[in-house]
């Protein structure tokens, strides 16, 4: 297996928008990230990966760029782009930007100059199509914020396709013109310094010739069968890396949507030189059925264990994956996996250890090295989500649920309990900035804040410094193989890790009670790696687990 420098490294996400506001507009910035570099150092992350820094409309909080190659003005200039990439390099870490290669702004000159006329030469930048036989859209596509995937334009008389909002019209990647801006905007950043990218659906970059129906079988099925895995998307993938991301000590990311472990290879594979590693949604959608806001269910830890091994073993030493438990997308870790009530501050620790010994790159998402919870919005005026805000507006349409049962969807499930901003301190709106936040802060701030757990030896804050520091000591945490130890139990997740003839185990409590266990193994207090207890008991080979307890021990 190569070993690369990405490979070990453990990347935090940066939603920059609520992550440290500096000049007190109630947006967070590029200054307020270099304000927080040292506090990155100290928790011995790797490789800082900014969510869209570039110029937008803001329809969907930066994923929708008018620029690819400039700055949003809320977040700074040019100059302090150059400033953080400096000093995050002397720091010894490294940075990465979000690529969206999918789809742009409305607002973009491109596409601007498409809606022009038919003839214009950035018209085929897009995908546009005749109206269907009734006037209406060409097919059934839908968006995955809501609605029909095709909005009308009146000038020309076609439909544009957008998989996401109207603001955000998908790029006709058949167009080799396409293919040469997005690159040569990759080179520019590429040519900055930037270490690599993280690429946003990038799955769906191809679309299927004729643009057929999707078949009635569940959004999920949808997304892999129609709308990722198109026909040239691997072609494309070589060439990216081939014009560019191989000219450069950099790596990419692929956010892996629609992708699953039987296909995983065809983008990670080494010997097919696309994309260096992804990670996948199994984990991220395990009480997803179909999709959000539909048909939810329990978190079941037998389920995440088979989803685990499943990819382990469909890429085992011939490709690579990070290991993502949260991101900007998905409601808080501790919130939907452990307890962010009674046993808040065990669960939070404990599912971090899961992470990190796990094997692939570690991917965190801000804030939960805090154990940051779930927000509980009261009413639909404070939601900030166009996903979120487009399903109640759908609702309120089809009165599939109540107001108060949609709203309260949301609060599980919306995209808004990941982009609260970093709760720095127990001053007001946590520290993060002096003025109104652009996102409510959560009212938890009081008691979850960084400053309270800087100063508490026992806080999340400073057991996941420990952990990731224990990280970066042993390479048996992310190269070691795996055996499952009683694999179907409802309750524990236990594993055992081997590389070079050292061994650990990692012991994990996924219930509010205590549990006995017969380790079969002769281990005692002295082989305790890390533990979220301050106390553990073995007698006899039997270890007696707290409530969400989590224990590595180690055997020579």
Same mark, same amino acid.
Request: hydrophobic share 35%; with cysteine; charged share 30%.
């Given at each position: 297996?190569?070993?690369?420098?990405?490979?070990?490294?453990?990347?935090?996400?940066?939603?920059?928008?609520?992550?440290?506001?500096?000049?007190? !507009?109630?947006?967070?910035?590029?200054?307020?990230?270099?304000?927080?570099?040292?506090? %990155?150092?100290?928790?011995?992350?790797?490789?800082?990966?900014?969510?869209?820094?570039?110029?937008?409309?803001?329809?969907?909080?930066?994923?929708?760029?008018?620029?690819?190659?400039?700055?949003?003005?809320?977040?700074?200039?040019?100059?302090?782009?150059?400033?953080?990439?400096?000093?995050?390099?002397?720091?010894?870490?490294?940075?990465?930007?979000?690529?969206?290669?999918?789809?742009?702004?409305?607002?973009?000159?491109?596409?601007?100059?498409?809606?022009?006329?038919?003839?214009?030469?950035?018209?085929?930048?897009?995908?546009?199509?005749?109206?269907?036989?009734?006037?209406?859209?060409?097919?059934?596509?839908?968006?995955?914020?809501?609605?029909?995937?095709?909005?009308?334009?009146?000038?020309?008389?076609?439909?544009?396709?957008?998989?996401?909002?109207?603001?955000?019209?998908?790029?006709?990647?058949?167009?080799?013109?396409?293919?040469?801006?997005?690159?040569?905007?990759?080179?520019?950043?590429?040519?900055?310094?930037?270490?690599?990218?993280?690429?946003?659906?990038?799955?769906?970059?191809?679309?299927?010739?004729?643009?057929?129906?999707?078949?009635?079988?569940?959004?999920?099925?949808? %997304?892999?069968?129609?709308?990722?895995?198109?026909?040239?998307?691997?072609?494309?993938?070589?060439?990216?890396?081939?014009?560019?991301?191989?000219?450069?000590?950099?790596?990419?990311?692929?956010?892996?949507?629609?992708?699953?472990?039987?296909?995983?290879?065809?983008?990670?594979?080494?010997?097919?030189?696309?994309?260096?590693? %992804?990670?996948?949604? !199994?984990?991220?959608?395990?009480?997803?059925?179909?999709?959000?806001?539909?048909?939810?269910?329990?978190?079941?830890?037998?389920?995440?264990?088979?989803?685990?091994?499943?990819?382990?073993?469909?890429?085992?030493?011939?490709?690579?994956?990070?290991?993502?438990?949260?991101?900007?997308?998905?409601?808080?870790?501790?919130?939907?996996?452990?307890?962010?009530?009674?046993?808040?501050?065990?669960?939070?620790?404990?599912?971090?250890?899961?992470?990190?010994?796990?094997?692939?790159?570690?991917?965190?998402?801000?804030?939960?090295?805090?154990?940051?919870?779930?927000?509980?919005?009261?009413?639909?005026? !404070?939601?900030?989500?166009?996903?979120?805000?487009?399903?109640?507006?759908?609702?309120?349409?089809?009165?599939?649920?109540?107001?108060?049962?949609?709203?309260?969807?949301?609060?599980?499930?919306?995209?808004?309990?990941?982009?609260?901003?970093?709760?720095?301190?127990?001053?007001?709106?946590?520290?993060?900035?002096?003025?109104?936040?652009?996102?409510?802060?959560?009212?938890?701030?009081?008691?979850?804040?960084?400053?309270?757990?800087?100063?508490?030896?026992?806080?999340?804050?400073?057991?996941?410094?420990?952990?990731?520091?224990?990280?970066?000591?042993?390479?048996?945490?992310?190269?070691?193989?795996?055996?499952?130890?009683?694999?179907?139990?409802?309750?524990?997740?236990?594993?055992?890790?081997?590389?070079?003839?050292?061994?650990?185990?990692?012991?994990?409590?996924?219930?509010?009670?205590?549990?006995?266990?017969? %380790?079969?193994?002769?281990?005692?207090?002295?082989?305790?790696?890390?533990?979220?207890?301050?106390?553990?008991?073995?007698?006899?080979?039997?270890?007696?687990?707290?409530?969400?307890?989590?224990?590595?021990?180690?055997?020579?």
């Amino acid at each position: 297996m190569e070993l690369s420098w990405f490979k070990k490294g453990t990347i935090y996400q940066i939603y920059p928008r609520s992550f440290n506001d500096s000049n007190n !507009d109630g947006i967070g910035d590029l200054r307020g990230i270099i304000d927080k570099l040292e506090y %990155l150092e100290r928790l011995h992350v790797d490789i800082l990966w900014l969510s869209p820094i570039f110029s937008s409309p803001n329809d969907d909080n930066g994923y929708d760029i008018s620029d690819y190659c400039a700055i949003m003005p809320e977040f700074g200039t040019m100059e302090d782009f150059d400033e953080l990439l400096e000093k995050t390099h002397d720091k010894g870490m490294r940075l990465i930007l979000d690529l969206v290669a999918n789809h742009c702004s409305d607002e973009h000159i491109w596409f601007e100059e498409a809606k022009k006329s038919k003839d214009n030469p950035y018209r085929d930048y897009f995908h546009w199509r005749s109206p269907s036989a009734d006037g209406g859209p060409p097919n059934n596509w839908k968006s995955f914020f809501g609605g029909s995937a095709w909005e009308y334009d009146e000038a020309s008389g076609e439909y544009y396709l957008h998989l996401f909002t109207r603001k955000q019209p998908d790029l006709n990647w058949e167009n080799p013109k396409v293919r040469e801006e997005i690159y040569d905007a990759m080179r520019f950043w590429l040519d900055k310094g930037v270490d690599g990218f993280r690429m946003d659906v990038i799955p769906l970059i191809s679309k299927r010739k004729g643009y057929p129906d999707a078949p009635d079988v569940g959004f999920r099925k949808i %997304l892999e069968d129609v709308y990722a895995n198109g026909p040239r998307l691997h072609e494309y993938l070589r060439e990216m890396n081939d014009k560019v991301i191989s000219h450069y000590d950099a790596f990419s990311l692929a956010e892996g949507v629609g992708i699953n472990h039987t296909n995983a290879g065809l983008y990670i594979d080494y010997d097919r030189k696309e994309l260096d590693m %992804l990670y996948h949604f !199994d984990i991220l959608e395990c009480t997803i059925v179909n999709g959000k806001f539909e048909e939810p269910s329990p978190f079941d830890l037998v389920k995440m264990k088979h989803i685990y091994k499943k990819w382990r073993d469909a890429v085992h030493e011939k490709g690579w994956l990070a290991n993502a438990m949260g991101n900007h997308d998905f409601a808080r870790m501790v919130s939907r996996f452990g307890d962010d009530t009674t046993y808040w501050l065990a669960s939070a620790k404990m599912l971090l250890m899961m992470q990190a010994t796990q094997n692939g790159t570690l991917n965190i998402y801000q804030g939960d090295e805090i154990g940051m919870t779930n927000l509980i919005l009261g009413a639909i005026e !404070d939601v900030r989500d166009v996903q979120s805000l487009n399903f109640y507006k759908e609702n309120i349409e089809t009165k599939r649920y109540s107001e108060a049962l949609a709203l309260t969807m949301i609060n599980a499930e919306g995209r808004d309990n990941a982009r609260t901003p970093i709760q720095w301190s127990d001053e007001k709106h946590g520290g993060f900035s002096n003025s109104d936040p652009w996102l409510q802060v959560n009212p938890n701030y009081t008691k979850i804040n960084v400053k309270h757990q800087e100063d508490d030896p026992d806080s999340i804050l400073n057991f996941y410094r420990a952990l990731l520091k224990v990280r970066k000591q042993y390479d048996i945490f992310v190269y070691g193989t795996i055996e499952e130890l009683a694999f179907e139990n409802p309750d524990l997740y236990i594993y055992k890790k081997t590389l070079e003839g050292e061994t650990i185990v990692v012991i994990l409590n996924f219930r509010e009670v205590s549990i006995d266990f017969e %380790l079969g193994e002769p281990f005692d207090q002295a082989d305790v790696i890390l533990n979220n207890y301050k106390t553990m008991h073995i007698e006899e080979g039997v270890i007696h687990l707290q409530p969400y307890q989590g224990i590595i021990l180690k055997r020579q």
